[in-house]
T-cell receptor, first 109, second 117 residues
Framework: KQEVTQIPAALSVPEGENLVLNCSFTDSAIYNLQWFRQDPGKGLTSLLLIQSSQREQTSGRLNASLDKSSGRSTLYIAASQPGDSATYLCAIAGNMLTFGGGTRLMVKP | DTGVSQDPRHKITKRGQNVTFRCDPISEHNRLYWYRQTLGQGPEFLTYFQNEAQLEKSRLLSDRFSAERPKGSFSTLEIQRTEQGDSAMYLC???????????????FGPGTRLTVL
């Protein structure tokens, strides 16, 4: 059974910092990995999808990497802004998505 | 708006009542998923459909829960005899995937927040 862990559970940083969110998973037999953003009380917004055969994906200030052999993914956020404050979830795709518990990010002005 | 839509957005009910939620996926998507999310946790898989066929159900989906996707388009999730422990956000997602193949990107709706008093 796939298990997904996200560290840290919560993070507070000043505006402008570069930061890294971590995701680890136990079963390397995955189809892809998705990173999502969730604002309080809202649904999930897809940020990046990395296919199993890929090593990384980039979108604007976001960069996600995937290392299947070690069961790890990282989400790098450059030059953080207060508007980045949200919960970030990673999810591993088999027949369905298995989610980590999320990292709650607060970016202070 | 051609995204995933869910109705209602909020539902407050009394324990023991039945509730039904609806999800309309992105029109060309053949897969539809239901997840449940409790406060402070990541979403947990409940069930999914490929077209009208329900292919997998989680152990979380007790016999009080039933989901349908009768024409391979919209889906409904019904909870019978609701309990306080059913209070959660119910999320629907859809994707386009080849039969038997791994999944592509899933797109989520805004969710239905259920409160059972």
């Amino acid at each position: 059974k796939q298990e997904v862990t996200q560290i840290p559970a919560a993070l507070s940083v000043p505006e402008g910092e570069n930061l890294v969110l971590n995701c680890s998973f136990t079963d390397s037999a995955i189809y892809n990995l998705q990173w999502f953003r969730q604002d309080p009380g809202k649904g999930l917004t897809s940020l990046l999808l990395i296919q199993s055969s890929q090593r990384e994906q980039t979108s604007g200030r976001l960069n996600a990497s995937l290392d299947k052999s070690s069961g790890r993914s990282t989400l790098y956020i450059a030059a953080s802004q207060p508007g980045d404050s949200a919960t970030y979830l990673c999810a591993i795709a088999g027949n369905m998505l298995t989610f980590g518990g999320g990292t709650r990010l607060m970016v202070k002005p | 708006d051609t995204g995933v839509s869910q109705d209602p957005r909020h539902k407050i009910t009394k324990r023991g009542q039945n509730v039904t939620f609806r999800c309309d996926p992105i029109s060309e998507h053949n897969r539809l998923y239901w997840y449940r999310q409790t406060l402070g946790q990541g979403p947990e898989f409940l069930t999914y459909f490929q077209n009208e066929a329900q292919l997998e159900k989680s152990r979380l989906l007790s016999d009080r829960f039933s989901a349908e996707r009768p024409k391979g388009s919209f889906s409904t999730l019904e909870i019978q005899r609701t309990e306080q422990g059913d209070s959660a956000m119910y999320l629907c997602a859809s994707s386009l995937a080849a039969p038997g193949a791994g999944d592509n990107e899933q797109f989520f709706g805004p969710g239905t927040r259920l409160t059972v008093l």
